[in-house]
Structures are given as structure tokens and as C-alpha cells.
């Protein structure tokens, strides 16, 4: 099905897609409509034009291909699924996602994967190919984050604040992020070639959504970020 949406609300655009029996769609005339595709399985959803807030939030099995920019909280509570986005997204992506992954070309702003968490056996993935904002992995709990800072220009890989109250899950960083400042609850350290195999299949991924070779982008430092389970966030517990 192909439905030009230039003249829709989210609600509409979200029904016509639940009420069809095609599996494939394609939106045309996307102007900033929120939810879309919101909590939908089963779909594979193109998106043409700029995708408003909370794109696939509640997704659960749906994948959403969107060619331009979308806009905050992409993947919010994401269950399953994934998000291709061929451009770049604003903040909040992939909050409190526990499954599912999320790809973007190019730069996400502020807090980029805060509350992210794994459950059972879902392990949710970020993959994003430029930088990030503020609060990078901000109380993430599980699950993995990729930064490869392909575009951006010279800004660093990540601005401030990033991981702040992490206590679950990873954090990729291509980059030896000298001048980043991280919070003491963390360690962080140049990954082992043992280490970026674990990530190998998400780059591979990625460079067959959007171009790339993953040999190259791998062949480079990356700083692995993990929680420092001995010295946890004590803001999250009540004093005796």
C-alpha cells in the first residue's frame, strides 16, 4: 500500500496502516506526524519526508525504514523490531527500549539511549554513524550502544555528560575520546579486538543500510564503556 499522508494526523495515518492487509507500505508527504507506526508488528513501513516524534514507539516486531531526519524520542519503549533512519534524529532516542535495534546514518542529539535496558533474553541495539549530545547513555541498563562518529565534523564523538548513572549494558565510542569526562560509576577503556567482534555483526548491519565498509570502520580505536559494579550509582539507593 502506498499512502500519501500530506493532508493526515497521526491517527488517521495509524489506522489506514493497522486496517490494510498489505504487509509493505509506503508513506509520501511525511510532515512531522508523531507515533507512526506506534506499537505495530508485522509491517515494513518506508517513510518519505521528516518523521515527527515518538517514530515507532511500542514497536513490536515492525521494521521502519525512513528516507530523512526524525525527530525526538525515536523507538521510544521499543519492544521489537528495527529503525532505519537515513538522516539524523533528535533526543531521546531508544528510550527505556528493551529490544529491537535502531540504526541512524547520521548524529542523534541529547540523551541517545537513556533507560535502555535488556529483558529476558531481548538485547536492544543502537547503532548510531555520526555523534551524539549530552547525556549519551544516560541510567542505561542493558543492552548495547554503538557511536562510530563518521560524520560530525571535528566536535567529539559524544559532548558532556555521557553515561551518567549507567549501571547495566555497554557503550562503543570509535574514537579515544581524550577530553571526554566520564562519571566515576564507570570504567572505560580502548575495546580488545576480542571486544569489537561482538560488535562486528551491527556494523556490518549498518554499512548494508546505509554504505560503508565495516572492515574499515572497525580498524580503529574504539573506548568500550561498562558500569563499575563496585562503585554503582548511589544516587539510585537510599541511605541507611
Given amino acids: 500500500m502506498e499512502l500519501n499522508v500530506s493532508a493526515m494526523g497521526f491517527s488517521e495515518v495509524n489506522e489506514q496502516m493497522r486496517q490494510t492487509a498489505d504487509s509493505d507500505i509506503t508513506l509520501t508527504g511525511c510532515i512531522g506526524q508523531r507515533f507512526l507506526a506506534a506499537g505495530t508488528s508485522g509491517k515494513h513501513v518506508k517513510i518519505n519526508g521528516i518523521a515527527g516524534n515518538a517514530l515507532g514507539a511500542y514497536l513490536n516486531g515492525t521494521v521502519i525504514e525512513t528516507f530523512g531526519n526524525a525527530q525526538d524520542a525515536v523507538g521510544d ?32 542529539g541529547y540523551r541517545a539511549g537513556i533507560h535502555m535496558k535488556a529483558y529476558q ?22 543492552g548495547i550502544i554503538i557511536v562510530l562518529g563518521l560524520s560530525g565534523g571535528e566536535r567529539p564523538i559524544v559532548s558532556n555528560f555521557p553515561c551518567t ?12 575520546c581524550e577530553g571526554i569526562h566520564f562519571p566515576h560509576q564507570v570504567h572505560h577503556r580502548i575495546a580488545s579486538a576480542e571486544e569489537l567482534e561482538e560488535i562486528r555483526s551491527y556494523v556490518e548491519e549498518y554499512c548494508a543500510h546505509f554504505g560503508g565498509n565495516p572492515d574499515e570502520i572497525l580498524n580503529a580505536e574504539f573506548t568500550l564503556v561498562t558500569p563499575d559494579s563496585g562503585n554503582p550509582y548511589k544516587q539510585m539507593y537510599v541511605a541507611n
Fill in 77 to 108: 519503549t521499543m519492544n521489537e523490531g528495527k529503525i532505519i533512519v537515513h538522516g539524523n534524529i533528535g533526543d531521546a532516542a531508544g528510550y527505556a527500549m528493551r529490544g529491537g535495534k535502531i540504526f541512524v546514518q547520521g548524529n542523534a
Fill in 165 to 176: 548513572g549507567m549501571h547495566g549494558g555497554k557503550l562503543f565510542l570509535r574514537s579515544e
Fill in 121 to 142: 533474553d531481548k538485547v536492544p541495539v543502537m547503532v548510531i554513524g555520526g555523534r551524539t549530545g549530552s547525556f549519551l547513555g544516560e541510567y542505561q541498563a542493558g
